[in-house]
């Protein structure tokens, strides 16, 4: 008998990988993968625990779930990922209807907990989250075209507002070997965008060679014929060295764009955040790698109303991103975390951080449309993601914008999904750039 799941997965990219492996498992298996809950015999919530919005994403679904299975339009109900591990004394107390756990160490057991499960049996593990990284093939669901490609797991930075290094445990990378074979793989099936994806990816490599290796490993995924975009995402500020500028410079498949969060520019709240480097570096580094990187574009992402952060820091924060006219940023009310350091230190209220959040982006909201405007009358490359049937036209993405929180590339022309198009801008609008192939 063949028995059906479906797979909910939330949060961020590296929770997606984690869900694409299951996937896989479950495939192998003999499970078959279908769209809607409502018929599916087990649903698997794959959730993301790392701020309250997330949490209660992750609630609401599994609640959703349980009233499916309450109404018999479901067997069986499992829960995995972030929210699993962090509330793992309590979460099977408070949610009655969940029948099997898993921590994040313990995706690999997903098939032993659907077989359990299906058979009338609780199934609950967590395995170690500080293991080296188990390799598992996945199915990717990303794409045709892109996919990410996880090169570490873990985080040792500790910054104060974040839960990260408690729920996915200590920096473990990848093999190089593992990650160029499964690159090579991606290549094979059609991938022309490789998004490489850590907590932090510029620490690559420091455990397993005792160097800083990201350089080293980009130049492999380069040579990799069929890649032809490499996207870097999520590069602490404090780890950049020359070679690495060097590398992402002279390396043509390196897209010029980078996403380096820097969470604030006080010097005082960097430090209190346990965040290494002063406000002065910040600006140096950034101003370093737009001089050496010709055409460069950042992203970065930045916490309001942090612990510390009175009238004169959000203003110090506001000026510089007059000053640094940042492409591309995303800002978060602070969310105090249970269990970190500032949680239990003095700060604004949520509305009062949220409203310094909208602020930002109002101040944000003229420097991304005069970017914009910079690409018309020039010819881009662009990824072609799909053909949108209501616009008649084709939809990608330039080097500028990262899949599902950047703009897209609205064009006509002759193209196909998954193929670089040579793209004539002549307009923009709310961050989409619109324009014709040539």
Request: glycine share 8%; charged share 25%.
């Amino acid at each position: 008998m063949i028995h059906t799941f479906a797979m909910i997965s939330l949060g961020c990219a590296k929770n997606l990988v984690n869900s694409e492996q299951m996937l896989y498992l479950l495939s192998e298996a003999g499970y078959e993968l279908v769209p809607d809950p409502e018929g599916a015999e087990l649903a698997i919530v794959n959730t993301c625990g790392f701020i309250d919005a997330a949490k209660s994403e992750a609630i609401d679904n599994i609640l959703e779930m349980a009233e499916l299975k309450k109404a018999g339009k479901l067997k069986a109900l499992i829960v995995t990922g972030c929210l699993a591990e962090r509330y793992k004394d309590s979460i099977l107390q408070e949610l009655p209807e969940i029948d099997a756990i898993l921590g994040v160490g313990s995706f690999a057991d997903i098939v032993a907990a659907a077989d359990a499960v299906l058979n009338g049996a609780d199934f609950s593990r967590f395995g170690d989250r500080n293991a080296p990284i188990e390799e598992i093939p996945r199915f990717v669901s990303t794409g045709p075209s892109w996919a990410y490609l996880r090169i570490a797991e873990g985080c040792n930075n500790f910054c104060a507002f974040c839960a990260i290094p408690y729920i996915r445990g200590r920096y473990r990378s990848r093999s190089m070997e593992n990650v160029v074979a499964e690159a090579e793989e991606l290549a094979q099936h059609g991938v022309k965008e490789l998004i490489v994806i850590a907590q932090d990816i510029t620490r690559y490599g420091t455990d397993l060679y005792g160097k800083r290796s990201l350089a080293e490993l980009c130049r492999r995924l380069a040579a990799i014929e069929g890649i032809e975009w490499i996207r870097l995402h999520y590069l602490y500020p404090d780890q950049f060295d020359d070679e690495l500028i060097e590398e992402i410079a002279a390396n043509d498949k390196i897209v010029k764009y980078l996403d380096i969060p820097i969470q604030h520019i006080n010097d005082n709240i960097l430090k209190s955040m346990n965040r290494r480097g002063t406000g002065e570096e910040i600006r140096e580094l950034f101003g370093r790698l737009k001089e050496r990187i010709p055409g460069l574009v950042l992203r970065t992402s930045l916490i309001s109303g942090l612990p510390g952060e009175g009238e004169a820091e959000f203003e110090e924060l506001c000026e510089f991103l007059k000053e640094a006219r940042i492409q591309r940023v995303g800002v978060f009310p602070f969310s105090p975390e249970e269990g970190t350091p500032a949680a239990k230190m003095p700060h604004v209220d949520y509305e009062e951080a949220q409203r310094r959040a909208d602020l930002i982006m109002e101040l944000q909201a003229p420097i991304m449309d005069e970017f914009c405007e910079s690409f018309i009358g020039k010819t881009i490359r662009v990824l072609c993601e799909y053909y949108d049937e209501e616009e008649q036209c084709f939809v990608g993405r330039s080097y500028a914008d990262s899949p599902d929180i950047d703009g897209q590339v609205y064009f006509s022309g002759m193209c196909r999904e998954g193929e670089m198009a040579d793209v004539l801008i002549t307009g923009t609008e709310d961050g989409i750039l619109f324009g014709e192939q040539v």
